[in-house]
């Protein structure tokens, strides 16, 4: 495929809703995006003290961000914002300073509750991250997805055709925003 999407799972749970999101996204998208996903689970937590010398699990993490053309996150809201884990992520990929490796990568964000809000705060939370780390963002579609008892399987099946379609949209949308950012335009 032409393009290699990166996605981070917000959640670390075991039964995480969100885990069950990314698989159906990955099955309900464009064939011209691969997708692989880049870990957040081991990660210390971030200091300045190891900007001078990143241990070998931050660097991997950088490296797999840098080898992706976009980044999709996939996550919960924790207290009407971003869980703690991936906040953390992302302030590993942002430093040391010079060297942040979510500058100028596409992305977008989408994620599940059993609450009706669907993750909406937690996404404008993760928008004002991601804008400070320069990384051009899908503005729309939105996507608060509302996750009922039954709705995507373990496997990732969604079993209801109108959210199939939405979710199938979403990801075209994402494709089409992939290529209009890393199509080069000539100046003049
Ligand atoms: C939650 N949950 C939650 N839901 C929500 O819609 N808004 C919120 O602010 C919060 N806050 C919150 C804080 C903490 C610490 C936990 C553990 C949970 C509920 C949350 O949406 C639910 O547990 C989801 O199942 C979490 O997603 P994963 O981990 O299943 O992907």
């Known amino acids: 495929p032409p393009y290699t999407v990166g996605y981070f799972v917000g959640s670390l749970s075991s039964t995480s809703i969100n885990r069950r999101l ?20 081991e990660l210390p937590l971030y200091s300045q003290d190891y900007d001078a010398d990143y241990p070998p699990v931050a660097r991997e993490f950088k490296q797999a961000i840098s080898k992706s053309d976009a980044i999709l996150f996939v996550t919960p809201e924790y207290n009407r914002a971003i869980p703690g884990g991936l906040k953390n992520a992302i302030d590993w990929a942002s430093r040391p300073w010079g060297e942040n490796a979510l500058a100028r990568k596409p992305s977008a964000i989408i994620g599940a509750s059993p609450g009706l809000i669907g993750t909406a705060v937690a996404q404008q939370n993760l928008k004002s991250v991601l804008s400070f780390c320069d990384s051009p963002q899908m503005n729309a579609p939105e996507a608060y997805i509302h996750m009922t008892e039954g709705l995507i399987t373990d496997d990732g099946e969604i079993t209801n055709e109108g959210t199939e379609a939405f979710l199938r949209g979403f990801m075209e949308s994402f494709y089409d925003f992939i290529v209009r950012v890393l199509t080069v335009v000539p100046r003049g």
């Open 22 to 41: 990314s698989k159906a996204l990955i099955k309900v998208a464009p064939r011209e995006l691969e997708f692989h996903e880049i870990p957040i689970r």
